[in-house]
C-alpha cells in the first residue's frame, strides 16, 4: 500500500484517485478548486461518470480515500505525487503548462522527503524534464526525488472501467527505484495481465500524443470517406464495417460524425503540431486530420441549409444532444457548439435538450431553451439536429416526434436514427454519408 496524493481532481484526476485506492492504496485527492473539494468532502461528486460516484464512496467508507484544498499538506504526506492538472490549448495552439509548472512549484516547496512524482496530464514531449528542473529549483533542501510518466488512455463515459481494465499502462522513467514503486501501485494489474509497457520518459510522453493522434486520424478518415459516401451514393457504414473486418484497420474509431471535439483530441494534435514544428519536423497526416475536422464541424449546418436554406429567422430548430459525446457531461469544444453559434447568428430561436450536459452548457449559451425532455424539446420545431449518440436519442420514438414538430425537418449527424423509419414518416432528412439509404 502506497501513500499517494493526487494534484488536480477533474476527470482524470478523480477517477485515478477513485481507481488507485480501490487497488489497496491510500489516496488524498487535491485540488485549487475548493469548491469541488467541499463538495467531494460530502460525497457530492459533480461531473457525470458512469460509476464513479459508487467507486469514490466505496473508497472513502474504506477510508482509502479523501479530499484536501491543501495542496503543499497533500504533498508532504505522500510517497508518491500524481500531477493529473489541466493542460488546456493555449490561443497560439500549445498545451498551456501553468497549471503544470505551479504544481511542480509547490512539490518542490514541500518535498519533505524522497518522492516518485508522476505526471499523468497529457503535456509536450520534454516536459518531465521541466518538471524535474522547476522542483529542484524550488526545492529548500536535496530530498531526492524521481520524475516518471504515466500517460492516461481513459475515455470520458467508460473511465471507470478503462481505468480498473485498461488494455495497457505506459510507465516511463529512468530510475529503477521509482519503477519498483510504480510496478507495486499498479499490481492488481499484473495480476490481471494487462500489459505493462516500461520506457524512458520523453517516450512515455510521445505515446500519449501519437495514440491520440492516430485515433483522431481515424474519425478523420472515415469522415471525409462519409463525404465521399455523400457524393457517391454509397453507404459509409457498410464501407467501415468492410474495412474495419480486416485485422490491421480494426472496426473502431471508424464511425462517421460531426468532427470530433471534447477536451482531448482538438488540443492533443494541435499540440503536437506545434511540438513538431518547434523541432523542425513537419506532421503534414496530424495537420490534414486538424483541417478535415475543422471542415467536417461545419457540414451539420450546410446538411441543415440543403433541407431548408440559409436564413433561419422566425424558425425554431431543436438541438439535441449537447455534450461532445454520449454518457458524459463534458461540453469542451463540443461540436455542438459551433452548430449553436451558427444557428443563433442566422436568427434561429435554439431549443436544446442533453440528458447531462445542459448545465454545463448553459455557462456557454444562457439565453437559448433548455427543455426538460426530448419531447418537449422537439415540440414545434421547425427542424431537429441529433448531435450526440445518446441511447435516450438512439430509441427515440420518431412516430412521437413526427407528431410534435412543426416540420419534420431532421439532421442526424450521428447516424443513430433509422433512414426506413425517417423516410416512412416522410421526414426530409441528411445523415452522414448514408444518402441513398432511404
Ligand atoms: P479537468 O479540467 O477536468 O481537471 C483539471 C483539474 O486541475 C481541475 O479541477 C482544476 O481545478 C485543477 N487544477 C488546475 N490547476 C491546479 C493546481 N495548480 N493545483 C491543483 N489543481 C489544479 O481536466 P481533465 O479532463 O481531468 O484532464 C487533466 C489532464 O489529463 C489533461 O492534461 C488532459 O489532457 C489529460 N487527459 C484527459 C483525459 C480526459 O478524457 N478528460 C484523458 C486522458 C488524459
Same mark, same amino acid.
Given at each position: 500500500?502506497?501513500?499517494?496524493?493526487?494534484?488536480?481532481?477533474?476527470?482524470?484526476? #478523480?477517477? +485515478?484517485?477513485?481507481?488507485?485506492?480501490?487497488?489497496?492504496?491510500k489516496?488524498?485527492?487535491?485540488?485549487?478548486?475548493?469548491?469541488?473539494?467541499?463538495?467531494?468532502?460530502?460525497g457530492?461528486?459533480?461531473?457525470?461518470?458512469?460509476?464513479?460516484?459508487?467507486?469514490?464512496?466505496?473508497?472513502?467508507?474504506?477510508?482509502?480515500?479523501?479530499?484536501?484544498?491543501?495542496?503543499?499538506?497533500s504533498?508532504?504526506?505522500?510517497?508518491?505525487?500524481f500531477?493529473?492538472?489541466?493542460?488546456?490549448?493555449?490561443? /497560439?495552439?500549445?498545451?498551456?503548462?501553468?497549471?503544470?509548472?505551479?504544481?511542480?512549484? +509547490?512539490?518542490?516547496?514541500n518535498?519533505?522527503?524522497?518522492?516518485?512524482?508522476?505526471t499523468?496530464? +497529457?503535456?509536450?514531449?520534454?516536459?518531465?524534464?521541466?518538471?524535474?528542473?522547476?522542483?529542484?529549483?524550488?526545492?529548500?533542501?536535496?530530498?531526492?526525488?524521481?520524475?516518471?510518466s504515466?500517460?492516461?488512455?481513459?475515455?470520458?463515459?467508460?473511465?471507470?472501467?478503462?481505468?480498473?481494465?485498461?488494455?495497457?499502462?505506459?510507465?516511463?522513467?529512468?530510475?529503477?527505484r521509482?519503477?519498483?514503486?510504480?510496478?507495486?501501485?499498479?499490481?492488481?494489474?499484473?495480476?490481471?495481465?494487462?500489459?505493462?509497457?516500461?520506457?524512458?520518459?520523453?517516450?512515455?510522453?510521445?505515446?500519449?500524443?501519437?495514440?491520440?493522434?492516430?485515433?483522431?486520424?481515424?474519425?478523420?478518415?472515415?469522415?471525409?470517406?462519409?463525404?465521399?459516401?455523400?457524393?457517391?451514393?454509397?453507404?459509409?457504414h457498410?464501407?467501415?464495417?468492410?474495412?474495419?473486418?480486416?485485422?490491421?484497420?480494426?472496426?473502431?474509431?471508424?464511425?462517421?460524425?460531426?468532427?470530433?471535439?471534447?477536451?482531448?483530441f482538438?488540443?492533443?494534435?494541435?499540440?503536437?503540431?506545434?511540438?513538431?514544428?518547434?523541432?523542425?519536423?513537419?506532421?503534414?497526416?496530424?495537420?490534414a486530420?486538424?483541417?478535415?475536422?475543422e471542415?467536417?464541424?461545419?457540414?451539420?449546418?450546410?446538411?441543415?441549409?440543403?433541407?431548408?436554406?440559409?436564413?433561419?429567422?422566425?424558425?425554431?430548430?431543436?438541438?439535441?444532444?449537447l455534450?461532445?459525446?454520449? /454518457?458524459?457531461?463534458?461540453?469542451?469544444?463540443?461540436?455542438?457548439?459551433?452548430?449553436?453559434?451558427?444557428? #443563433?447568428?442566422?436568427?434561429?430561436?435554439v431549443?436544446?435538450?442533453?440528458?447531462?450536459?445542459?448545465?454545463?452548457?448553459?455557462?456557454?449559451?444562457?439565453?437559448i +431553451?433548455?427543455?426538460?425532455?426530448?419531447? #418537449?424539446?422537439?415540440?414545434?420545431?421547425?427542424?431537429?439536429?441529433?448531435?450526440?449518440?445518446?441511447?435516450?436519442?438512439?430509441?427515440? /420514438?420518431?412516430?412521437?416526434?413526427?407528431?410534435?414538430?412543426?416540420?419534420?425537418?431532421?439532421?442526424?449527424?450521428?447516424?443513430?436514427?433509422?433512414?426506413?423509419e425517417?423516410?416512412?414518416?416522410?421526414?426530409?432528412?441528411?445523415?452522414?454519408?448514408?444518402?441513398?439509404?432511404?
Amino acid at each position: 500500500m502506497k501513500r499517494i496524493a493526487i494534484i488536480g481532481t477533474g476527470y482524470v484526476g #478523480l477517477v +485515478t484517485g477513485a481507481g488507485l485506492s480501490d487497488f489497496g492504496n491510500k489516496v488524498i485527492c487535491t485540488d485549487v478548486d475548493r469548491e469541488k473539494i467541499d463538495k467531494l468532502k460530502q460525497g457530492q461528486v459533480s461531473s457525470f461518470e458512469p460509476g464513479l460516484r459508487d467507486l469514490v464512496i466505496r473508497n472513502v467508507d474504506a477510508r482509502r480515500l479523501s479530499f484536501t484544498a491543501d495542496v503543499g499538506k497533500s504533498v508532504q504526506e505522500s510517497e508518491v505525487v500524481f500531477i493529473a492538472v489541466g493542460t488546456p490549448m493555449a490561443d /497560439n495552439g500549445e498545451a498551456d503548462l501553468s497549471a503544470v509548472k505551479e504544481t511542480a512549484r +509547490t512539490i518542490g516547496q514541500n518535498l519533505n522527503d524522497y518522492k516518485v512524482v508522476c505526471t499523468k496530464s +497529457t503535456v509536450p514531449i520534454g516536459t518531465g524534464e521541466k518538471i524535474r528542473s522547476i522542483i529542484q529549483e524550488n526545492c529548500p533542501q536535496d530530498n531526492g526525488f524521481d520524475i516518471v510518466s504515466n500517460p492516461e488512455f481513459l475515455r470520458e463515459g467508460s473511465a471507470v472501467k478503462d481505468f480498473l481494465i485498461p488494455n495497457r499502462v505506459v510507465i516511463g522513467s529512468d530510475s529503477e527505484r521509482a519503477l519498483k514503486i510504480m510496478r507495486n501501485i499498479y499490481r492488481p494489474l499484473f495480476i490481471n495481465e494487462t500489459p505493462i509497457l516500461i520506457t524512458d520518459i520523453v517516450t512515455a510522453e510521445t505515446i500519449k500524443y501519437a495514440a491520440n493522434a492516430f485515433l483522431a486520424t481515424k474519425i478523420s478518415f472515415i469522415n471525409e470517406i462519409a463525404n465521399l459516401c455523400d457524393a457517391t451514393g454509397a453507404d459509409v457504414h457498410v464501407v467501415a464495417r468492410g474495412m474495419g473486418l480486416d485485422g490491421r484497420i480494426s472496426p473502431k474509431y471508424l464511425h462517421p460524425g460531426p468532427g470530433f471535439g471534447g477536451s482531448c483530441f482538438p488540443k492533443d494534435t494541435q499540440a503536437l503540431v506545434h511540438q513538431a514544428e518547434n523541432l523542425g519536423v513537419e506532421l503534414n497526416v496530424v495537420k490534414a486530420v486538424i483541417e478535415a475536422n475543422e471542415a467536417q464541424r461545419k457540414k451539420v449546418m450546410e446538411k441543415l441549409d440543403q433541407l431548408i436554406g440559409k436564413d433561419l429567422k422566425d424558425k425554431t430548430v431543436t438541438v439535441l444532444g449537447l455534450a461532445f459525446k454520449s /454518457n458524459t457531461d463534458d461540453v469542451r469544444l463540443s461540436p455542438a457548439i459551433p452548430v449553436i453559434e451558427d444557428l #443563433l447568428a442566422r436568427g434561429a430561436e435554439v431549443k436544446a435538450f442533453d440528458p447531462e450536459a445542459m448545465n454545463n452548457m448553459r455557462v456557454l449559451f444562457p439565453t437559448i +431553451t433548455y427543455c426538460d425532455s426530448l419531447n #418537449l424539446a422537439v415540440s414545434e420545431a421547425d427542424a431537429v439536429i441529433v448531435m450526440t449518440d445518446w441511447h435516450e436519442f438512439r430509441g427515440m /420514438n420518431l412516430e412521437e416526434v413526427a407528431r410534435r414538430v412543426k416540420h419534420k425537418v431532421l439532421v442526424d449527424a450521428r447516424n443513430i436514427l433509422n433512414p426506413r423509419e425517417l423516410k416512412r414518416l416522410e421526414f426530409k432528412f441528411q445523415n452522414i454519408g448514408r444518402p441513398n439509404v432511404r
